[in-house]
């Protein structure tokens, strides 16, 4: 590995309504019980999703020759979307960089609660209350709980409750970020669950072994621009239209779009075109 690690991603309200109805569904006749005591039933805690990290982490300098040098995102703001709704979720790290937040999560813009869906996948980003830098980003796969619920890495998916930021996993994201159709603000169903996760995943393993040009100048230029404690966001998202933003990621981003077959794209028609993805 050329980094030097640390041990140690909306849900608009018709989703959420459409959620609650699926819960309530009929089904055919049955059998009334007969008189008397009856056996209550059993019933498994069904967990909340949940997305987590150990340590989110921003660089400090480097190149990919050289290693790239990290420090924990202490105290920075925690902002996460599937990109289907104009708000985000929300959450703060410690002074280790780690971050724990459960369904449903504060909002931003302030509103109804931002309610976590499995099978989704989140772009996470780390930054400071300005919306500047420095920032680190990672993607994340929504499980039914912590059990479920994955976090890219550089030698292959981990758990979210063991997972790590770095110059990879952002330039993952931030693709990912780049290349989607974020929705309008009436909303959508899908956005950021266009792609495989597991196919981002296999592009992290590729940036941290043999990045061509175009992505070693990324992975650069991420270091560089986070240890100037600037912006990495390539556009504004809908739910903070005056996000500071940098041309030079946005720039590198349009050079990496197939400069290599290893660049992953999204599913063809959608998340139902997903083969071969994670199970919540």
């Known amino acids: 590995m050329k980094s030097m690690q640390y041990v140690g991603a909306v849900s608009a309200a018709a989703l959420l309504t459409a959620t609650l109805i699926a819960g309530c569904g009929g089904g055919g006749g049955s059998t009334l019980p007969g008189?008397?005591?009856?056996?209550?039933?059993?019933v498994a805690p069904v967990p909340s999703p949940v997305l987590q990290a150990t340590e989110m982490q921003v660089a400090t300098g480097?190149?990919?020759?050289?290693?790239?040098?990290?420090?924990?995102?202490?105290?920075?703001?925690?902002?996460?979307?599937?990109?289907?709704?104009?708000?985000?979720?929300?959450?703060?790290?410690?002074?280790?960089?780690?971050?724990?937040?459960?369904?449903?999560?504060i909002p931003t813009p302030a509103g109804s609660p931002y309610v976590m869906v499995a099978g989704r996948n989140y772009v996470v980003v780390a930054e400071p209350p300005s919306g500047a830098g420095p920032q680190t980003w990672t993607l994340m796969f929504e499980g039914h709980g912590a059990a479920t619920t994955l976090a890219l890495g550089d030698s292959g998916s981990v758990l979210s409750s063991a997972a790590t930021s770095d110059v990879f996993t952002t330039?993952?994201?931030?693709?990912?970020?780049?290349?989607?159709?974020?929705?309008?603000?009436?909303?959508?169903?899908?956005a950021f669950d266009d792609w495989n996760f597991n196919t981002v995943q296999t592009w992290v393993q590729h940036l941290d072994t043999a990045p061509n040009f175009a992505e070693t100048t990324l992975l650069n230029d991420i270091a560089s621009q986070s240890a100037g404690n600037t912006s990495l966001f390539p556009a504004a998202p809908l739910w903070n239209p005056s996000q500071p933003l940098n041309p030079t990621i946005n720039a590198d981003l349009n050079a990496v779009t197939g400069s290599e077959p290893a660049v992953p794209t999204p599913c063809p028609g959608g998340p139902s075109g997903c083969t071969g993805a994670p199970t919540p």
């Open 62 to 105: 480097g190149t990919f020759g050289t290693g790239f040098t990290y420090l924990p995102a202490n105290a920075e703001n925690i902002v996460f979307t599937c990109g289907c709704f104009p708000e985000a979720g929300t959450s703060v790290t410690n002074a280790s960089g780690a971050f724990s937040v459960t369904s449903p999560a």
């Open 171 to 190: 330039a993952a994201a931030l693709y990912v970020y780049k290349r989607s159709s974020q929705c309008p603000p009436s909303g959508c169903n899908t």
């Open 35 to 42: 008189p008397g005591p009856q056996p209550s039933p059993s």
